[in-house]
């Protein structure tokens, strides 16, 4: 009775099995590699590997376009031979995702072997971050910030922070653990909220002195210990430009690199137009305005480049797409031409 039961069970689980859907396996697969060292082991020989040195991530340029390349684990012991390197340098490859066959696609970084031999044995270069992500193809860039700040996330957390004893990283990379503290780390970002805020008709835009000339975004600040999201906009906004925020609504969220791993949560909000006058933070913010309709459209089609007037100011330009500031900014226009339609 009890073999009839456990084939019944056999057929139900396989069956629920084969419903579930690709995205469902895949995430399944991706979280027994995290748990799973043997397999995760086993999974780095027949993956493909993003390469980074010093955190820059290796790109190739074929014509005016950018690529990520994805190199096998045969390519990448070729590349450690020419430097008399044993492939045990794989195992300080971080698990990045995995394709929808259940290709397992791995992050390492080369940082300590020369880069020049790397880049002319593999016929590409080494990009800084920040430009990376504005040259690659849209779908490769959350996966190059994400696997550059897991990278990062290793590099500062090689010692406990209770024992000063060095902690040791799973297979995938997912956690280190202090063994004489018992302590395991996970990698962690920092949220941090970002804030369209209109009064209805305008939207209101700001600078902070680092910016790039003429460069203008919405407002963005770190969430303080214990807040919560509709809290920290509501600081933000009196914190830096001296208003009150009426009503608010979340827009979605983004992964950011820089400085280190921040989860962008974004949100427009209102503040009455009778009470809109700017009174600006000077300590982080160079300017704060209000922008019409037709100013923000404009400045979404201009390029840096020809922001640049012959008496040298600079005409007002935003951030590109691939920030989830132009999202805002482009779902307020939305809003405001459907309100004039
Ligand atoms: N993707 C986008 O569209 C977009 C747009 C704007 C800002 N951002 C990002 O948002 C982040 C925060 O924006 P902000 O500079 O306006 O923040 P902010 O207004 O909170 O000011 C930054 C200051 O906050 C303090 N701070 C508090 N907690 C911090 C933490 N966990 N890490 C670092 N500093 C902390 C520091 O003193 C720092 O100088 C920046 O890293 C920026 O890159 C992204
Ligand atoms: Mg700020």
Redesign the pocket.
Known sequence: MAAIYQAAYRRVSSLICRLHSTYVRKMRYLNELKEDDSLCRQAQTSGTFYLFHNLSPFLQKVGEKYFVPQLSAAEIKRILEKFKETEQWIEMSVLIGCSDEHVPRFALDLGALEKSVIESELKGSFTNLQKALFVVDGKDSPLLASAQSLLQWHNSHQYCNKTGQPTQRNVSGSKRVCHASGITYYPQM?P?I?TLVSDGSRCLLAR?PSFPQGMY??????CDMGENVEEAVHR?VAE?VGLEVESLWYSSS?H?P??SS?L?IACHAIVRAQQAEISMNKL?LEEARWFGLEEIVEGLKREPRSSKQDDGSFLPWF?PKQ????QLICEWVKQQTSQLA
């Open positions: 920092s941090v970002i902070q975004s919405a407002l963005s600040g770190f933000e830096e983004q950011w820089f400085p921040c962008m982080e951030p920030a989830i500031a132009h």
